[in-house]
């Protein structure tokens, strides 16, 4: 597969990618080399990838514990610590070595860590091979709240070694399904009508489907770094997908969603509502629905979860003076941003998911 060119870094993929990080090891005068990992990834990651190195810099890991609920900025302050601790400076590089929570999180650390060091991202989940790694959003939950505080920073390079794949539950996979599900709703209909029907995708092709998606996310962010405009398509399913997930993560009586599940069903939800302002055919948002719920499991919703839900809507990145903002489909494959959404009609579209 052709090396991807996004905003100021590349994107390499499975060797090519190794042959890449190697030279820009040898082309720069590196003073030590820090590879930040959660507990799964140090476990079933890093032992495929250290073999790949070649260099003769001093090699420090550092571990976090995985999970969702680990995105934070105590965090970040341990990892800051140990830096220091281990002698990191300026001319430091730190590789992020895992899925979403590493790459966002790992980022973040080491484009504040002395006022930036360069990073690099090796994506490990399907999720952040297609979504994290790309586009150069690094951040952190505040509380509950999604990617609350954080910087658009790009790392040197993403390496998409689509083996690691093999170490990722199916879950966590289908949870990277959902990402690429909404690239084809916002941007290619032809993309989306691939997964119509999964049991007759090709896996063998599966590294395709990778790349198709990677694209499509590329050439949104080139367009729009900063999220001022085409950059908000992205958060299709998000709005409500996020607060789903924020309510669920802080709520005891609740199961943790994984991203993807919730975004599964804040597109649902999304393209509902994209419905009923006559953005999309019936029969569009049947596809819809159909094709989202033959992948992922429903969630169950109750009437005291709604309000809640709701409540945390304000604090959405994406609004603005107040307003809550909807990303919507304007029929399969295309997008309408800046859209305002009554409550009525976000409780209205609850109500038909569950039914």
């Known amino acids: 597969m052709q090396t991807i060119q996004a905003n100021n870094y590349p994107i390499y993929f499975n060797e090519k990618g190794y042959v890449a990080l190697n030279l820009h ?172 029907d999964l049991k007759a995708v090709d896996f063998a092709d599966f590294d395709e489907l990778i790349y198709r998606s990677v694209v499509i996310k590329n050439e949104i962010v080139t367009q729009d770094p900063t999220e001022k405009n085409i950059r908000k398509s992205l958060n299709f399913g998000h709005t409500l997908g996020h607060a789903i997930e924020s309510y669920f993560l802080e709520n005891k009586d609740k199961t943790t969603l994984l991203h993807g599940e919730a975004i599964a069903a804040g597109m649902i939800l999304e393209s509902y509502i994209s419905l009923h302002k006559k953005l999309i055919k019936e029969e569009e948002f049947l596809q819809i629905k159909t094709t989202i719920k033959s992948i992922f499991d429903d969630i169950t919703f109750n009437d005291n979860d709604i309000d809640p839900i709701l409540e945390l809507l304000i604090h959405d990145k994406k609004n603005e003076y107040g307003t809550i903002q909807f990303a919507l489909i304007q029929g399969i494959g295309k997008i309408k941003i800046d859209q305002s959404v009554e409550n009525e009609l976000i409780i209205n579209a609850f109500d038909d998911y569950k039914s």
């Open 25 to 196: 090891l040898q082309e720069n005068k590196y003073s030590n080399l820090f590879i930040i990992v959660d507990s799964n990834t140090n476990e079933f990651c890093l032992p495929q990838f250290l073999p790949y190195l070649e260099t003769d810099l001093t090699i420090e890991i550092i571990e976090f514990e995985a999970g969702e609920e680990n995105k934070n900025i105590e965090t970040c302050v341990e990892i800051w610590n140990v830096l220091t601790e281990l002698g990191a400076d300026r001319k430091s590089l730190v590789i992020n070595l895992g899925g979403g929570v590493v790459t966002d999180l790992g980022g973040f650390v080491a484009s504040t860590f002395k006022r930036g060091v360069n990073f690099i991202h090796i994506p490990t989940t399907l999720l952040s091979m297609v979504d994290a790694s790309v586009g150069g959003k690094n951040g952190v939950d505040l509380g509950n709240l999604k990617n609350q505080i954080g910087v658009i920073n790009v790392p040197k390079m993403v390496l998409i070694d689509t083996h690691y794949l093999e170490t990722v539950p199916q879950n966590e996979m289908r949870s990277g399904l959902a990402e690429m599900l909404k690239h084809g709703l916002i941007y290619d209909k032809a993309y989306w009508e691939q997964f119509l």
